[in-house]
């Protein structure tokens, strides 16, 4: 009798250690695959950076499958950090590309997975607007400047104890320092255009006269 409970357990345990294997194997895809589509929506690729996407859903979707019995692994931690990236590479993507921003219902994702998601969003909007800086797109900088101080406004709403929200405050704080930053570069290069354009004023100004 006791050796039958215990081959049992070891049945469920072998399965179990299985789900696990694959999990974290998707979990690893799905953490590629956004950070492909990353590069891609920072070069503008934006029909690559799509396809990679919905390659990282579909890898959201498997790991879900393969661990719809298993609430214990679900929420063992790696489930969450694919739902993070995913979260991030697709919420930066709306963005850019000019669509709605995905809930979290859409994205299949657990809300403060999406929440921690949106958290690192503001590192690649301040990438974003650098390269807008270097290409003299000052005014849609700041529209992105705009959108970075929504999402930190949005996220100081959440202040929850960590064992509840798994390191948002860490995240809000850092927001607010990359807001700060990307403000200064902007407020920087717009200081800088109006005084190239005073500047080739007067010296129109003055070839004028000659």
Not at 8 to 30: C, F, N, W, Y
Request: with cysteine; net charge negative; proline share 2%.
């Amino acid at each position: 009798m006791i050796k039958n409970i215990i081959e049992h357990i070891r049945e469920e345990l072998e399965e179990k250690d299985k789900a696990r294997e694959q999990g974290i194997m998707l979990s690893r895809e799905v953490v590629r695959n956004c950070r492909v589509a990353m590069q891609h929506v920072h070069k503008m690729e934006l029909e690559r950076a799509y396809s990679t996407i919905q390659t990282a859903r579909e890898n959201i979707e498997k790991m879900n499958l393969v661990l719809k019995d298993q609430p214990d692994l679900h929420y063992g931690g790696f489930v969450e950090h694919a739902q993070q990236e995913f979260t991030e590479c697709s919420v930066i993507y709306a963005l850019v590309s000019g669509k709605d921003v995905p809930e979290p219902e859409e994205l299949k994702v657990e809300p403060v997975a999406y929440l921690n998601g949106l958290g690192d969003v503001g590192g690649e909007i301040k990438r974003h607007i650098l390269d807008l800086i270097r290409n003299g797109m000052l005014d849609e900088g700041e529209r992105y400047l705009n959108i970075m101080e929504e999402l930190y406004t949005g996220l100081m709403l959440f202040d929850y104890p960590d064992a509840m929200t798994h390191g948002l405050r860490a995240k809000t704080d850092r927001s607010r320092l990359l807001l700060e930053i990307a403000r200064g570069e902007l407020t920087a290069a717009v200081r800088q255009q109006k005084l190239e354009m005073a500047m080739q004023a007067l010296e129109n100004q003055f070839l004028s006269r000659k």
